[in-house]
């Protein structure tokens, strides 16, 4: 009875609801709009800001290397997603290609924590925004009022120009995904240009002398320099790459999905890939890695940029490009806005597929008759997102999106490991090559990146798929089209989806315990929430054991 738990979705319905009538939504985008999708989600927050504090706490001038072993975890899992993209070119992504391969169960699971990436990431980077929108208005003497710019944990009342910028981004995919295609592909014209002009002019300003020691000793710290900071950095770096499996939501969207999925998905990797490593190359090579200790936003380029000059007779250095910083500064701003755009199509995109399987209220794939886009969808998302930046603190959040994607990335490896053995003849445009190797060093790749993740960021993961537990123990379960809906049968599926979800509850109160101790006591407020949650849970949980059809 618990094996519908494990039912999947039919190749032939996934093909249906892609084509003909089965799509209700618009087919404008063609590969290069699809390839500046990818590139408008991933250059970012972690190009402009994590770069300089990992090489300077995790790195040094290896920063490089981490972001090589960040785009090999990319690259597997790209491979594996270009051949999902082009047999079932349909929205959804990582929850669409699991509920085709693993069964419904894990595709909630991938679905939910999609989530993670995709709207909390967007609420995080609108937050991020407002900072930057704060300093280019400084830099016209223009001062915007502190209350009204950040939340009323950071000391103010509301974060509008958050609230702005998610409103304008949601307007936008609301009015069509071509107007917005066309809106990103300018924005991340201006961005590309910028880092190339970053790129070329700090070039001949590199000093040899701060690349040695290419990789800083190990301080005796785990994650502190050697072997163990690059791989921290590199899992800290990821969040850098996230955005290529956003191309994947928007396959509906495609004029040839088959053939343009996988030139968007691994177009937008290699370029942003070449981009990163040259951009880090030029940043830890104008100046040593030591000075970017304690600068955050937008101040470690700033600092960068401020090495790029001729040194004076007492040896002060005199930036020949003051005008560039303001320059980054548009280019984030634009970025970002793109981020967030980007962010809010594959959440919506994501939420309408869930919707559509009768996992989530129909009003998530609701399709506006005049837009063609999920236009209820936006707007809920608009809300939820918009309360969020206005009033939440942004902390940890680029970690926790991290370790929510690297955690798709490896459902979808398995899927294609399964695919193949399951369809080993359906039709396929574009082929992972290597297959059972690629998706395997895609799995322990990912997988190994996400070992070296702080454990609180652990823990908010546990804490966020046991609620997604308990929205498909009382909703998803009981409303599924795929289910049969007999009593026994979803009855028996809550027993496993609660054995489960005890096992998540104990482990996310093991976690807290070792986290307790390993911060010597200070996160008294996550350690206490999390022993009280998973309480809750497993009594929750444990109830599901004694229910009868």
């Given at each position: 009875m618990a094996?519908q738990?494990?039912?999947k979705?039919?190749?032939?319905?996934l093909?249906?609801?892609?084509?003909?009538?089965g799509?209700?939504?618009?087919?404008?985008?063609?590969?290069g709009s699809?390839?500046?999708l990818?590139i408008?989600?991933?250059i970012g927050a972690?190009?402009f800001?994590?770069?300089g504090?990992a090489a300077?706490n995790q790195?040094?001038?290896a920063?490089t290397?981490?972001f090589?072993?960040a785009?090999?975890g990319?690259a597997?899992a790209g491979?594996c997603?270009?051949e999902f993209?082009?047999?079932i070119?349909?929205?959804?992504?990582?929850?669409t290609y699991?509920y085709a391969t693993?069964g419904?169960?894990?595709?909630?699971i991938i679905g939910?924590d999609?989530?993670l990436?995709y709207?909390v990431?967007?609420?995080t980077?609108s937050?991020s925004?407002?900072?930057y929108?704060v300093k280019?208005?400084?830099g016209f003497?223009v001062?915007?009022?502190?209350?009204l710019?950040?939340?009323?944990w950071?000391?103010?009342?509301?974060n509008?120009?958050?609230i702005f910028?998610?409103?304008?981004?949601s307007?936008?995919?609301?009015?069509?995904t071509?107007?917005?295609?066309?809106?990103n592909?300018i924005?991340?014209?201006?961005?590309?240009?910028v880092?190339i002009i970053?790129?070329?002019?700090?070039?001949?300003?590199i000093?040899?002398?701060n690349y040695?020691?290419?990789?800083p000793d190990?301080?005796?710290?785990f994650g502190?320099?050697?072997f163990s900071?690059?791989?921290?950095?590199a899992?800290i770096v990821?969040?850098?790459?996230?955005?290529?499996?956003?191309?994947?939501t928007?396959?509906?969207?495609?004029?040839n999905?088959?053939k343009d999925m996988p030139?968007?998905?691994?177009g937008?990797?290699?370029?942003?890939?070449i981009?990163?490593i040259?951009?880090?190359h030029?940043?830890?090579g104008?100046t040593?890695?030591t000075t970017f200790?304690?600068?955050d936003?937008i101040?470690?380029?700033?600092?960068?940029?401020?090495s790029m000059?001729t040194?004076?007779?007492?040896?002060?250095?005199h930036?020949d490009?003051?005008?560039?910083n303001?320059?980054?500064?548009v280019?984030?701003?634009a970025?970002?806005?793109?981020v967030?755009l980007?962010?809010l199509?594959?959440?919506?995109?994501v939420f309408?597929?869930m919707s559509?399987?009768?996992?989530?209220?129909r009003?998530?794939?609701?399709v506006?008759p005049?837009f063609q886009?999920?236009?209820?969808?936006?707007?809920m998302?608009l809300v939820?997102?918009s309360?969020f930046?206005?009033?939440?603190?942004a902390r940890?959040v680029?970690?926790?999106?991290?370790i929510?994607?690297?955690?798709?990335?490896?459902?979808?490896?398995?899927?294609?490991?399964?695919?193949?053995?399951?369809m080993p003849d359906?039709?396929r445009a574009?082929?992972t090559?290597?297959?059972?190797?690629v998706?395997?060093?895609g799995i322990?790749?990912?997988f190994?990146m996400m070992a070296?993740?702080?454990?609180d960021?652990w823990?908010?993961?546990f804490?966020?798929?046991?609620i997604?537990?308990d929205?498909?123990?009382?909703?998803g379960?009981k409303?599924s089209f795929l289910?049969?809906?007999?009593p026994?049968s979803i009855?028996?599926?809550?027993?496993t989806v609660?054995?489960?979800?005890i096992?998540?509850?104990?482990?996310?109160?093991a976690?807290a315990?070792?986290?307790?101790v390993?911060t010597d006591?200070?996160?008294?407020?996550i350690?206490?929430f999390?022993?009280?949650f998973?309480?809750?849970?497993?009594?929750?949980?444990g109830?599901?054991q004694?229910k009868k059809?």
């Amino acid at each position: 009875m618990a094996s519908q738990l494990w039912i999947k979705k039919p190749l032939e319905k996934l093909l249906h609801e892609s084509t003909g009538e089965g799509n209700q939504l618009k087919r404008t985008l063609g590969p290069g709009s699809l390839v500046a999708l990818g590139i408008g989600a991933i250059i970012g927050a972690g190009l402009f800001s994590i770069t300089g504090g990992a090489a300077a706490n995790q790195a040094g001038p290896a920063i490089t290397i981490s972001f090589i072993v960040a785009a090999l975890g990319c690259a597997f899992a790209g491979l594996c997603y270009a051949e999902f993209a082009s047999m079932i070119p349909v929205a959804g992504s990582a929850y669409t290609y699991s509920y085709a391969t693993m069964g419904e169960f894990i595709a909630w699971i991938i679905g939910w924590d999609l989530v993670l990436e995709y709207a909390v990431g967007a609420a995080t980077v609108s937050i991020s925004w407002s900072r930057y929108l704060v300093k280019f208005c400084e830099g016209f003497d223009v001062h915007l009022p502190a209350a009204l710019t950040v939340g009323p944990w950071d000391g103010g009342v509301i974060n509008l120009p958050a609230i702005f910028i998610v409103i304008l981004m949601s307007l936008l995919l609301m009015k069509g995904t071509q107007e917005s295609a066309l809106v990103n592909g300018i924005i991340v014209g201006l961005k590309v240009a910028v880092v190339i002009i970053f790129i070329v002019l700090g070039w001949k300003y590199i000093n040899e002398s701060n690349y040695v020691p290419y990789i800083p000793d190990n301080t005796g710290k785990f994650g502190e320099y050697g072997f163990s900071g690059i791989i921290r950095a590199a899992a800290i770096v990821f969040f850098a790459y996230i955005g290529f499996d956003a191309v994947s939501t928007a396959a509906q969207e495609a004029k040839n999905p088959k053939k343009d999925m996988p030139i968007g998905i691994l177009g937008s990797l290699v370029i942003c890939t070449i981009l990163y490593i040259l951009f880090a190359h030029v940043m830890t090579g104008v100046t040593n890695y030591t000075t970017f200790k304690g600068q955050d936003g937008i101040a470690p380029v700033a600092v960068a940029i401020e090495s790029m000059g001729t040194p004076d007779a007492s040896g002060a250095i005199h930036p020949d490009y003051p005008w560039l910083n303001r320059a980054i500064i548009v280019a984030i701003l634009a970025g970002y806005a793109s981020v967030i755009l980007v962010m809010l199509l594959g959440q919506s995109r994501v939420f309408f597929s869930m919707s559509k399987d009768g996992l989530l209220p129909r009003v998530f794939s609701a399709v506006h008759p005049k837009f063609q886009t999920p236009v209820k969808n936006n707007t809920m998302f608009l809300v939820f997102v918009s309360l969020f930046a206005a009033f939440v603190p942004a902390r940890v959040v680029g970690e926790m999106t991290s370790i929510g994607t690297l955690f798709a990335f490896i459902l979808v490896c398995i899927g294609i490991i399964v695919m193949r053995k399951q369809m080993p003849d359906a039709p396929r445009a574009f082929k992972t090559p290597l297959v059972p190797l690629v998706p395997i060093l895609g799995i322990f790749t990912c997988f190994f990146m996400m070992a070296f993740l702080p454990l609180d960021t652990w823990i908010r993961l546990f804490v966020w798929m046991i609620i997604g537990f308990d929205v498909y123990l009382y909703y998803g379960i009981k409303n599924s089209f795929l289910s049969n809906k007999l009593p026994a049968s979803i009855v028996a599926g809550g027993k496993t989806v609660g054995i489960v979800g005890i096992v998540l509850a104990v482990l996310l109160a093991a976690i807290a315990y070792f986290h307790h101790v390993q911060t010597d006591g200070t996160d008294t407020g996550i350690y206490y929430f999390s022993l009280i949650f998973a309480a809750i849970h497993i009594v929750t949980f444990g109830m599901t054991q004694t229910k009868k059809a």
